[in-house]
């Protein structure tokens, strides 16, 4: 019986050989493997800039520190990763959930409009299992609200909006933020990049990314000779290194493919479980391309006369990882000490977290390991 996980990364001949010239060459980090895959990631994206980190946590940290927000609140969804919430409180912001759209399971513009208030100063929208959230209800909230935004597309790499642009392409934000974890749809071991088309912001990341300095010698306020450099700013190291850009940018060269095979798995679930009544499938973007990230089914555990843990044990016996994306921000004891969390304030979240369970999700998946998954769940019942 295959170990089938939740999700997982492909790396092929190509990959290793990416990553063995990348070890041979003259530099480790901060050579031309960084500077080129940011520059292969804009263009797929469509952005005029790319920054490549190293996490979508430090890309989410870095981003809202560019955007010198100073003190004030930032909206998110509780149906996300930590990561999201984490990264305003690093930046002094005030984290407030609203609730999703039970549509799209992507933050609300409806409950954001009832979230904001005079001290809102961004919005973080997740584009949550690779569906992008609604984009033009939430930046037309912005500009009427004066907020920033900074998209989380750590699941979104290759997704198309409602409008048909690429996630990330700066038409809807001032940031998105992508993450390149293994479970990720492309992976460099652990990494993110930030993409915008705002060259202020572009230059402020480059500098916040290595500790806050600058070599530039337009900005130096010195120049007494070649060793000089200056920290103008407060920053930290969020480097990516040269080796993980080569392993992207050989992922990247794969990536349609990646989501070709996982929109063809997406597809061959929705047929198999069309017709479970214990079974919601996840939302519909109709032709719209997505890269999906995750496949989060909703299972009516009471229908089914199982808790979650007994069907997440079921599963596993039989060889099928999978997993809770995500258990609400707002359960999260750090974020019940310190916010307003009231579970009957976020009902679309919660009603979705009790039965949500993704199965798995991969382009490494093979047809027998799709029949497998397919097999165990409709014998759930
Ligand atoms: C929605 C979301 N945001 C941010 C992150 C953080 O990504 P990374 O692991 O690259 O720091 C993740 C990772 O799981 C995520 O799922």
Redesign the pocket.
């Known amino acids: 019986m295959t170990q089938i996980p939740y999700g997982r990364q492909w790396i092929d001949a190509e990959d290793e050989a990416a990553v063995l010239a990348a070890l041979h060459a003259p530099m480790l980090t901060q050579g031309p493997a960084t500077a080129a895959f940011e520059r292969e990631i804009a263009d797929y994206v469509g952005a005029r800039h790319g920054v490549a980190v190293s ?6 940290h870095l981003s809202m520190m560019a955007l010198e927000l100073g003190s004030g609140e930032a909206i998110t969804s509780p149906i ?2 930590v ?2 919430s984490n990264a305003m409180v690093h930046v002094g912001l005030t984290p407030v959930f609203a609730d999703i759209d039970p549509a799209t399971l992507t933050l609300s513009p409806s409950a954001v409009a009832e979230a904001i208030t005079p001290e809102t100063r961004l919005l973080a929208p ?1 584009h ?1 299992a690779g569906l992008p959230a609604d984009m033009a209800g939430l930046r037309a909230l912005a500009d009427d609200h004066d907020l920033k935004i900074v998209e ?1 597309a ?2 979104a790499i290759g997704s198309d909006y409602a409008d048909g642009g690429r996630v990330g392409n700066g038409a809807h934000a001032e940031l998105t ?1 992508f ?3 293994p ?2 749809t492309m992976t460099t071991g ?3 990049a930030i993409t915008t088309n705002d060259p202020e912001l572009y230059e402020r990341l480059l500098r916040l990314r290595s500790h806050g300095i600058t070599r530039d010698p337009a900005r130096l306020s010195d120049q007494p000779g070649p060793w000089w450099y200056e920290q103008q700013t407060m920053g930290l190291n969020y480097r990516m290194t040269d080796i993980q850009a080569a392993l992207g940018s050989s992922q990247l060269r794969k990536l349609d493919r990646f989501i070709d095979r996982r929109l063809a798995i997406v597809a061959e679930y929705r047929r198999a479980f069309a017709g479970l009544d214990w079974l919601t499938l996840p939302p519909d973007a109709g032709d719209r391309r997505i890269g999906w990230h995750l496949f989060t089914a909703r299972l009516d555990f009471e229908a089914l006369g199982q808790t979650r843990a007994q069907v997440m044990a079921t599963l596993a016996a039989q060889g099928v990882g999978s997993q809770v994306h995500y258990i609400p921000v707002t359960r999260q004891p750090w974020y019940r000490t310190h916010r307003a969390t009231d579970p009957a304030t976020f009902p679309q979240a919660e009603a979705y977290y009790a039965q949500a369970l993704s199965l798995p999700l991969y382009a490494a998946m093979t047809d027998d390991d799709v029949a497998q998954v397919i097999a165990t769940v409709r014998g759930l019942a």
């Open positions: 996490s979508a946590t430090a890309g989410l996300t990763f990561a999201t997740v949550f989380d750590a699941h933020v993450s390149f974890h479970v990720k652990e990494g993110g």
